[in-house]
């Protein structure tokens, strides 16, 4: 605790610098990132088409791995990560409050909804990324179109959904459909005891689905809706119930040796042009003026369900056993 907490006030005693001088930074910084390879491929190229002094090397798992790989290091004293962009704020959250997270109070985030923003500037959303159902075109004529229609026998027993015990927007996702009272708890039991199965994250979701092996899935929109894109039988459900989202948040870690360097990175992440990188990509953009990928609903017609983050946060150990003892894991 002492290591942790002389670290975060060494963060907080480093003086911003001068954007000239951020803009020399050079040297290496490693990121923890849920984002998918190729994808995260594509972001570091563009940033060093910027950046070219700065060698940005990624670590990619499920946000669920990552922390428990964090877990790990912060036990040992030895982080390895600068950066963190991983799935939610939850746990991301759960990182700020061991004191690890480097306060970033000049990060430049005036074209950003305040939602996104954590209050003491430790991390930041980079993007909208909201969870629905997916179906197999070829083997479904009439695809569901809410939450409800999952529980029936015939839907469920052919439904795949990604681990809360893998995937950080399965966390979210579980832990704001158990806050909802017209859902909770029974909705997955229902799943459950109709046939439902978990995979591990949204990657096994959108194979099982595209393959044909599954006809119904529980995914995250992007995913989906670039394998329709890419020529697959899906498509994609913004269910009438609404939907959950996450912000794929990104924070610098306090005990980072190149402070510098990560903050150019975090500031390219919150730029114009990383948001339309991750338009191209099939996210929803959070800086106004940036339209959202082609054929992608207007962000203000989306229903958000809401959610406490603090008590999902508490409650995270559990929700994840309950799910364990429902779906195995």
Same mark, same amino acid.
């Given at each position: 605790?002492?290591?942790?907490?002389?670290?975060?006030?060494?963060?907080?005693?480093?003086?911003?610098?001068?954007?000239?001088?951020?803009?020399?930074?050079?040297?290496?910084?490693?990121?923890? #990132?849920?984002?998918?390879?190729?994808?995260?491929?594509?972001?570091?190229?563009?940033?060093?088409?910027?950046?070219?002094?700065?060698?940005?090397?990624?670590?990619?798992?499920?946000?669920?791995?990552?922390?428990?790989?964090?877990?790990?290091?912060?036990?040992?004293?030895?982080?390895?990560?600068?950066?963190?962009?991983?799935?939610?704020?939850?746990?991301?959250?759960?990182?700020?409050?061991?004191?690890?997270?480097?306060?970033?109070?000049?990060?430049?985030?005036?074209?950003?909804?305040?939602?996104?923003? =954590?209050?003491?500037?430790?991390?930041?959303?980079?993007?909208?990324?909201?969870?629905?159902?997916?179906?197999?075109?070829?083997?479904?004529?009439?695809?569901?179109?809410?939450?409800?229609?999952? #529980?029936?026998?015939?839907?469920?027993?052919?439904?795949?959904?990604?681990?809360?015990?893998?995937?950080?927007?399965?966390?979210?996702?579980?832990?704001?459909?158990?806050?909802?009272?017209?859902?909770?708890?029974?909705?997955?039991?229902?799943?459950?005891?109709?046939?439902?199965?978990?995979?591990?994250?949204?990657? #096994?979701?959108?194979?099982?689905? *595209?393959?044909?092996?599954?006809?119904?899935?529980?995914?995250?929109?992007?995913?989906?809706?670039?394998?329709?894109?890419?020529?697959?039988?899906?498509?994609?459900?913004?269910?009438?119930?609404?939907?959950?989202?996450?912000?794929?948040?990104?924070?610098?870690?306090?005990? *980072?040796?190149?402070? =510098?360097?990560?903050?150019?990175?975090?500031?390219?992440?919150?730029?114009?042009?990383?948001?339309?990188?991750?338009?191209?990509?099939?996210?929803?953009?959070?800086?106004?003026?940036?339209?959202?990928?082609?054929?992608?609903?207007?962000?203000?017609?989306?229903?958000?369900?809401?959610?406490?983050?603090?008590?999902?946060?508490?409650?995270?150990?559990?929700?994840?056993?309950?799910?364990?003892?429902?779906?195995?894991?």
């Amino acid at each position: 605790m002492k290591a942790a907490l002389a670290a975060l006030a060494t963060a907080f005693a480093v003086a911003a610098l001068p954007a000239v001088a951020l803009a020399q930074a050079g040297g290496t910084i490693t990121v923890y #990132t849920s984002q998918p390879t190729e994808q995260m491929a594509a972001v570091v190229e563009a940033f060093n088409a910027e950046h070219p002094g700065i060698t940005v090397e990624v670590f990619r798992s499920g946000t669920t791995e990552l922390m428990s790989k964090m877990q790990a290091e912060i036990a040992a004293g030895q982080v390895q990560a600068d950066v963190l962009l991983i799935a939610d704020a939850v746990a991301m959250t759960q990182v700020k409050d061991q004191g690890l997270l480097y306060a970033y109070a000049d990060a430049p985030v005036e074209a950003l909804p305040a939602a996104v923003v =954590d209050p003491d500037k430790t991390f930041f959303g980079t993007k909208l990324i909201t969870t629905g159902i997916i179906y197999n075109t070829s083997l479904v004529s009439t695809p569901p179109t809410s939450w409800a229609d999952l #529980t029936k026998p015939e839907i469920a027993s052919g439904l795949i959904m990604p681990s809360p015990l893998y995937s950080g927007a399965a966390v979210i996702h579980v832990g704001t459909m158990v806050q909802q009272p017209q859902f909770g708890w029974d909705f997955y039991e229902a799943l459950a005891d109709n046939g439902a199965i978990a995979g591990q994250g949204n990657g #096994t979701v959108v194979e099982a689905v *595209s393959r044909g092996e599954k006809p119904y899935g529980i995914i995250i929109e992007y995913m989906a809706l670039n394998a329709k894109k890419a020529g697959s039988p899906v498509d994609f459900v913004f269910p009438s119930e609404g939907v959950s989202s996450i912000t794929q948040p990104i924070a610098i870690l306090a005990g *980072s040796d190149n402070i =510098d360097a990560a903050k150019v990175f975090v500031d390219w992440q919150l730029s114009r042009t990383a948001q339309e990188q991750s338009v191209e990509q099939g996210y929803f953009p959070i800086l106004d003026g940036v339209n959202p990928p082609e054929g992608y609903p207007a962000v203000s017609s989306l229903t958000i369900l809401e959610a406490d983050p603090a008590q999902m946060l508490a409650d995270d150990a559990d929700n994840k056993k309950t799910f364990a003892d429902l779906f195995g894991g």
